[in-house]
């Protein structure tokens, strides 16, 4: 399995920037395809896909949020951190089954 | 407005069995892939199942830990999915989401095994 590896937590200052990185085991990328996803989750809710593929914005979510990367290494990034941003974050890649998850970057305010 | 909501859940003892149901509305089911996912208490995601729409003769798929004990079904009349769970262990205590090809999460049910 394709195992992806995060930092357990990360602190920011509201107003500020925040990357977020994710690093697979092996590549994710198909020609040109980076099969990359990041969601977001609040406690006590589901997770909500915030970026698909990499880099592409998922439907409803703020511009303030963007993804980059490719092969091995990826990174979301939070330009600037609003109070409603503090939550988990999580990669996930479907390049191989099973689609697996990292295991969370927590977001907390410094 | 697209919705999709479990039920099912509940306290189950080990070794028994239990079905949860994602119920559907607001787009056209048979079109899509559904897959279930679970988060243990305190954990992280953890991918359990997926199933294909029609056009993919219905495949299905599941996570390693729950291979030959899940069953992922659905029902295209009813725009509702199923996961069957049987032998059931305390290692499946968690809150299990159906999602909409990822893209829409249902708010969860909370599945405990216990004694």
């Known amino acids: 399995d394709i195992v992806l590896t995060q930092s357990p937590a990360l602190a920011v200052s509201l107003g500020q920037r925040a990357t977020i990185s994710c690093r697979a085991s092996?590549?994710?990328?198909?020609?040109?395809?980076?099969?990359m996803h990041w969601y977001q989750q609040k406690p006590g809710q589901q997770p909500k896909l915030l970026i698909y593929r990499a880099s592409n914005l998922a439907s409803g979510i703020p511009a303030r949020f963007s993804g980059s990367g490719s092969g091995t290494d990826f990174t979301l990034t939070i330009n600037p951190v609003q109070a409603d941003d503090i939550a988990t974050y999580y990669c996930q890649q479907s390049r191989e089954s099973p689609d697996t998850f990292g295991a969370g970057t927590k977001l907390e305010l410094k | 407005e697209v919705k999709l909501e479990e039920s099912g859940g509940g306290l189950v003892q080990p070794g028994m069995s239990v079905k949860l149901s994602c119920t559907t509305s607001g787009f056209t089911f048979s079109d899509y892939w559904m897959e279930w996912v679970r988060q243990a208490p305190g954990k992280g995601l953890e991918w359990v199942a997926e199933?294909?729409?029609?056009?993919?003769?219905?495949?299905?798929y599941y996570g390693k830990s729950v291979k030959g004990r899940f069953t992922i079904s659905r029902d295209d009349s009813k725009s509702i999915v199923y996961l069957q769970m049987n032998s059931i262990r305390s290692e499946d205590t968690g809150i299990y989401y159906c999602?909409?090809?990822?893209?829409?999460w249902g708010q969860g049910v909370m599945v405990t095994v216990s004694s």
């Open positions: 999602t909409l090809s990822w893209e829409l």
């Open positions: 092996q590549s994710v990328s198909i020609s040109r395809y980076n099969l």
């Open positions: 199933i294909r729409n029609k056009a993919n003769n219905y495949a299905t």
